[in-house]
């Protein structure tokens, strides 16, 4: 079996860097969904941005996603009234199984200074300013990025639905309803799960959401979105949904300590919770603290709430050698700020 690491940073982003005096930095985040570009204007702390649709490959293939990447990117710095030359650096975190890909395709019209990288390695920026730390990622997927002091990197999960996505908002949906299906034939101990589900579904039973299941079918977003019902009824003291809570932690639990072993993380350290699965609170992030507690009893359990272009950022500051000219602390308000004007 192999044993190098499934995400590996680029050499840019890993050894230090010369400071290039660049006042300007572009960070992308490209998703299944949309895309969004900032260029961050370090001298006047100011954000510009530019939007576009999907850029996962896997969703719409390599030439549609640079098209998408590029929209953004120049509309970002169309809106910082800049050249594209005047660029620092540009790092691109991108979504979907094939990065090299999208790198390939992108150095026909971008030169080396533009740096692909996986949506994972830019979560993770965001959670110690690039620093040694873990990115759990719990949303309508999971996986787990993190890298050491040493600057080894390592991922686990990310397999998807049909193989992965362990402790996600979709497993979680899923487990419920299969819970609901176990109270229904009398497998299982008694829920509130039906219930939910069917009233979410906007059906008369349980026998008709799985109608839906295998007919309609549901989507991953659409079962996924079921989880927060599920964190309501956990929250309501409800036996079935709260043991759901704890199986997703200790599963992620284990994704989260083989990361920390694999990237040789020791004594203090962040282990940053990235996603809307969190958002169930205690009844998810205590089981996990607790889990991680008894390996890494000196890890910091926080929920990271910077939006991932923020990591984008991050490493383009570090890619050009300007990390120190940048204000972390104030990134998130800042991009914050700019997204709702």
Wanted: aromatic share 4%; charged share 20%; glycine share 14%.
């Amino acid at each position: 079996m192999r044993s190098d690491p499934l995400v590996k940073l680029p050499a840019e982003l890993i050894g230090p860097v010369r400071d290039n005096g660049a006042r300007y930095l572009l960070g992308v985040d490209g998703g299944a969904t949309k895309t969004l570009a900032a260029v961050l204007d370090l001298q006047e702390h100011a954000l510009h941005v530019g939007h576009a649709g999907p850029s996962n490959e896997d969703a719409v293939g390599p030439e549609q996603a640079v098209a998408a990447l590029l929209q953004a990117a120049d509309g970002a710095i169309e809106a910082a009234g800049i050249e594209r030359g005047e660029l620092g650096s540009a790092v691109l975190a991108i979504a979907g199984t094939n990065t090299d890909s999208i790198a390939t395709h992108l150095r026909r019209t971008r030169d080396d200074g533009w740096i692909v990288v996986n949506d994972v390695v830019g979560a993770w920026a965001t959670v110690a300013a690039g620093g040694p730390a873990v990115a759990a990622i719990a949303g309508t997927g999971s996986n787990v990025f993190g890298v050491g002091p040493g600057g080894r990197s390592w991922r686990t999960g990310g397999w998807g639905h049909l193989l992965g996505d362990e402790g996600s908002g979709y497993w979680l949906g899923l487990e419920s309803i299969r819970a609901a299906l176990r109270d229904r034939d009398a497998s299982g101990p008694a829920t509130r799960l039906g219930e939910v589900a069917c009233a979410f579904f906007e059906v008369a039973d349980i026998e008709a959401v799985v109608a839906l299941v295998y007919a309609k079918p549901l989507t991953k977003s659409e079962i996924a979105a079921l989880a927060v019902e599920t964190g309501r009824l956990a929250e309501q003291g409800d036996e079935v949904a709260i043991e759901l809570y704890r199986r997703g932690a200790a599963e992620l639990g284990g994704q989260i300590a083989a990361v920390i072993t694999q990237t040789e993380l020791s004594g203090r350290f962040t282990v940053g919770l990235i996603g809307s699965a969190y958002r169930a609170g205690e009844v998810f992030i205590g089981p996990l603290r607790e889990y991680l507690s008894r390996s890494s009893p000196e890890a910091e359990i926080a929920r990271v709430e910077m939006a991932p272009v923020g990591g984008s950022l991050t490493l383009a500051a570090r890619a050009a050698g300007r990390s120190e000219a940048l204000d972390f602390d104030g990134l998130a308000g800042l991009i914050d700020r700019a997204l709702a004007g």
